[in-house]
């Protein structure tokens, strides 16, 4: 488990890496940004603002102004952002944060 990943807080009190084609890491669940290590020990950001590593954002709009994009789950990579809101059947759409700032790829986000 990683940094800068989006996770879903499962019934038996541990994180998991959320995915929008999964209802039950994606719907009516918590979720959080993991912190710099494994959620398990480091900790999860559950409210505020976090820079996301370009790496975990799919379809990036690179360097540029994405003041105010909204970012979603991402329905293919568990874990990951998407600028792209999910389109397949049954996927679950949800806005998982707000683009703020941009730092040469990542991402502040609130």
């Known amino acids: ?5 989006i996770y879903y807080l499962r019934s ?15 719907g ?3 979720l959080g940004v993991g ?3 494994d959620p398990q020990t480091v900790g999860i950001l559950l409210k505020g603002f976090v820079m ?6 799919l379809n990036n709009p690179g360097s ?3 003041d105010g994009l909204p970012v979603y789950l991402s329905d293919t990579i568990a874990g990951h952002f998407d600028f792209n809101a999910p389109s397949s059947s049954g996927d679950i759409v ?6 703020i700032d941009d730092h ?6 609130r």
């Open 28 to 30: 009516p669940c918590i």
């Open 1 to 5: 488990l990683n940094g800068s990943e």
């Open 94 to 99: 949800r806005i998982v944060g707000y683009a």
């Open 12 to 26: 038996n009190g541990s994180w998991a890496q959320a995915q929008a084609n999964l209802v039950s890491s994606s």
């Open 35 to 37: 912190l710099d290590g």
């Open 64 to 66: 540029g102004n994405v």
């Open 52 to 57: 996301v590593a370009s790496t975990e954002i």
């Open 104 to 109: 040469l790829g990542d991402k502040d986000m």
